[in-house]
């Protein structure tokens, strides 16, 4: 009587914890914010194996309180143990295969697929098992019985040991091979540890049920009766609390990841625990003290432990408090050496990367207030943090999950790194600033060195070749002079002309530019008429080749800022390579527009176009494709275009694979 009591209150401790360890469990799977099909399946794992330990449970306290389990706690019991032992092969199978492919990223190899038989037969003879306690059938017992030659009141027992054995070592034998072999492969130390741990547990629960099923047939006897509750009620404790503890102390699957919620949890659980034990309190103690009484001494006592329940508290969400500070700080520290690089779009590409990393999020949009706008990185729901500077908004950090919100220690955390993104911005923008000034500068002096020299060698050869030219425009004016002389000085003049118009865009190039918002050039210019000064200058060339120049006019005034020249030159360039490019009998068109607050200059040839080759280099100093060219004219015109902050894109072929179009795009300036 005394070993039947105490395996009463065994298995009554047994399911308590179980049901809590899975209740637990269940909590912080429906609270986790990524939830995968391996979730899923570890979820519904869990509510099969607590809705086992809770008809457990509930059997062993109606058999405390009644003596004889009524008949509705009975169909309760009988339906959540049914649902518990129908399911709970497939889902635990299912769920070792699902975490299998996580971590192998492979299907089942075609020899382990025999592993799939073990728990389906263990499934069905539970349906079968089931479904006769449900019933109050004896199919099984009447066929077993019939092959044993005895009633089914002695077969029953026989049946049901014998399908709970073959159930039992079918639920578990997949599992135990599996996690030994998780355990072979795992490379962190805790998660070897947890899978060596469980896959000795299930080795030893089919041990287990591997003796009892020898018992039975070589004794001929049932096992002992006290051997299955211990075996039924106790075998899911373990799988449980263990999954529990490596899940809140390594964040095992990154569940253990919302503390917030864990502290809630724990709480209620707490609270409870100390309400169900006022209740049983005065259960207890009503021989002596009214029910009510019990309870409010109970409650009144709990003043007591405020103050140890307060400084357990506060040490727990200090150390709490800390680690997300550090984590906060640790990345700040990485986000501020990646902003010394002065490289303001890797250090956003960086930033969005790495706080999506360390919390676990499935995208992260940083959008600043200067920056060009960003289409979304991820589906899921949003939560938007403001980053400011002062008063003054600098952006938005914008970061995505897939569950219902943001655990409350992210949130604080994501609140308190947008506070110190600002600085690390401003950092960059400020090297990144430093370093351009530094680039034009050596730019410029570089530039000043080439001005020079081709300042020299204009100087140097200038003289001489007009002293050349006046003297070949003398002989040409000679009435006398041989037809075959005057031919040759008419060349020399035009070779003298050639080569003074290739000195004067080798000092175009070498000028020094001047950016716009230096303070030293901020005059406003009407682009569209500049575009058509430059097309009447040109006509007489453009008609002297037998080319079609034309130009469409204006929607209006165009100005931008800059300079004058600069913008000449930019067009000049253009509408001559489109010239020299076009064939006799072909067009050239100038087209102006304004868009997105910029004024748009298109020049487009009908000429054979640019190959793919060359397109990637046309824009290179000292590149050319003309047996005479000196490679500068695309040069000049982008660097031209610096002054103006504008920008040049060629296209081609335009159409029936000819022609070349450039399309040349200048703020527009506010005003007239």
């Given at each position: 009587?005394?070993?039947?009591?105490?395996?009463?209150?065994?298995?009554?401790?047994?399911?308590?914890?179980?049901?809590?360890?899975?209740?637990f469990l269940i909590i912080l799977l429906l609270g986790h914010r990524r939830p995968r099909r391996l979730e899923y399946l570890l979820f519904l794992t869990c509510l099969a194996a607590f809705l086992s330990e809770a008809g457990s449970l509930l059997a062993l306290n109606a058999r405390l309180h009644f003596g004889d389990v009524p008949p509705l706690s009975a169909a309760t019991v009988q339906t959540l143990s049914g649902l518990a032992l129908v399911t709970m092969p497939v889902l635990l199978f299912h769920l070792h295969a699902e975490y299998f492919h996580l971590i192998q990223s492979s299907r089942w190899p075609a020899w382990l697929c025999i592993l799939t038989l073990p728990p389906y037969v263990s499934a069905i003879l539970r349906i079968f098992l089931v479904a006769e306690r449900v019933t109050g059938s004896h199919l099984l017992a009447d066929v077993a019985g019939g092959l044993l030659d005895v009633g089914h009141s002695t077969a029953q027992p026989v049946v049901e040991t014998g399908i709970v054995v073959i159930g039992t070592a079918g639920t578990v034998l997949v599992p135990a091979?599996?996690?030994?072999?998780?355990?072979?492969?795992?490379?962190?130390?805790?998660?070897?540890?947890?899978?060596?741990?469980?896959?000795?547990?299930?080795?030893?629960?089919?041990?287990?049920?591997?003796?009892?099923?020898?018992?039975?047939?070589?004794?001929?006897?049932?096992?002992?009766?006290?051997?299955?509750?211990?075996?039924?009620?106790?075998?899911?404790?373990?799988?449980?609390?263990?999954?529990?503890?490596?899940?809140?102390?390594?964040?095992?699957?990154?569940i253990g990841i919302q503390r917030n919620l864990v502290y809630t949890v724990s709480g209620a659980f707490l609270a409870l625990a100390y309400l169900t034990l006022a209740r049983r309190a005065s259960v207890w103690l009503e021989p002596y003290f009214p029910p009510e009484a019990t309870v409010g001494i109970l409650l009144f006592a709990l003043v007591f432990f405020f103050e140890p329940l307060q400084r357990m508290l506060r040490s727990v969400l200090q150390h709490a408090f800390r680690v997300e500070l550090e984590r906060v700080q640790r990345l700040t520290a990485e986000i501020g050496a990646e902003a010394r690089g002065g490289d303001l779009p890797k250090l956003v590409g960086f930033t969005e990367r790495r706080i999506g990393e360390e919390f676990d999020l499935t995208g992260v949009r940083l959008v600043l207030s200067q920056g060009p706008p960003r289409l979304a990185v991820a589906v899921g729901k949003m939560d938007r943090f403001v980053l400011r500077k002062g008063r003054e908004a600098l952006g938005t950090l914008e970061v995505f999950f897939p569950g219902a919100m943001l655990p409350g220690e992210t949130h604080a955390a994501l609140e308190f790194l947008a506070e110190q993104l600002p600085a690390p911005l401003e950092l960059c923008g400020a090297i990144e600033e430093k370093l351009a000034l530094e680039r034009e500068l050596a730019e410029r002096e570089r530039m000043a060195l080439l001005g020079q020299m081709a300042a020299t060698i204009s100087h140097n050869l200038k003289n001489p070749l007009s002293s050349i030219k006046t003297v070949m425009q003398v002989q040409l004016?000679?009435?006398?002079?041989?037809?075959?002389?005057?031919?040759?000085?008419?060349?020399?003049?035009?070779?003298?002309?050639?080569?003074?118009?290739?000195?004067?865009?080798?000092?175009?190039?070498?000028?020094?530019?001047?950016?716009?918002?230096?303070?030293?050039?901020?005059?406003?210019?009407?682009?569209?008429?500049?575009?058509?000064?430059?097309?009447?200058?040109?006509?007489?060339?453009?008609?002297?080749?037998?080319?079609?120049?034309?130009?469409?006019?204006?929607?209006?005034?165009?100005?931008?800022?800059?300079?004058?020249?600069?913008?000449?030159?930019?067009?000049?360039?253009?509408?001559?390579?489109?010239?020299?490019?076009?064939?006799?009998?072909?067009?050239?068109?100038?087209?102006?527009?304004?868009?997105?607050?910029?004024?748009?200059?298109?020049?487009t040839d009908d000429g054979p176009g640019i190959s793919p080759e060359r397109l990637q280099k046309i824009f290179r100093p000292f590149y050319t494709s003309k047996p005479q060219g000196t490679g500068l004219g695309l040069a000049i015109v982008e660097r031209r275009l610096g002054e103006l902050e504008g920008s040049v894109e060629c296209v081609s072929p335009v159409e029936n694979g000819r022609g070349a179009r450039f399309v040349v795009k200048i703020p527009i300036v506010a005003g007239t």
């Open positions: 009587m005394l070993g039947s009591e105490a395996m009463t209150y065994f298995s009554l401790i047994a399911c308590t914890a179980g049901t809590l360890a899975y209740l091979i599996l996690q030994l072999s998780f355990w072979r492969r795992a490379g962190e130390r805790h998660s070897r540890t947890l899978h060596f741990i469980l896959g000795a547990y299930f080795t030893a629960v089919l041990l287990a049920v591997g003796v009892l099923g020898l018992w039975f047939l070589e004794i001929g006897s049932l096992p002992p009766s006290v051997l299955l509750p211990i075996v039924e009620n106790s075998a899911p404790v373990l799988p449980g609390a263990l999954l529990l503890y490596f899940i809140l102390r390594h964040k095992f699957l990154q004016e000679n009435a006398a002079l041989p037809e075959t002389l005057r031919r040759d000085c008419a060349i020399v003049v035009e070779e003298i002309d050639r080569l003074a118009g290739k000195l004067q865009q080798l000092l175009q190039y070498a000028r020094p530019a001047v950016r716009r918002g230096s303070g030293i050039h901020a005059a406003r210019v009407d682009s569209a008429a500049v575009a058509a000064r430059v097309v009447e200058l040109l006509q007489n060339d453009a008609v002297r080749r037998g080319i079609a120049l034309r130009i469409d006019a204006a929607p209006g005034p165009m100005p931008v800022a800059g300079p004058e020249d600069a913008l000449h030159d930019v067009l000049q360039n253009l509408v001559v390579n489109a010239l020299e490019a076009a064939e006799p009998g072909g067009s050239v068109g100038v087209a102006l527009a304004v868009a997105e607050a910029r004024a748009h200059i298109v020049v």
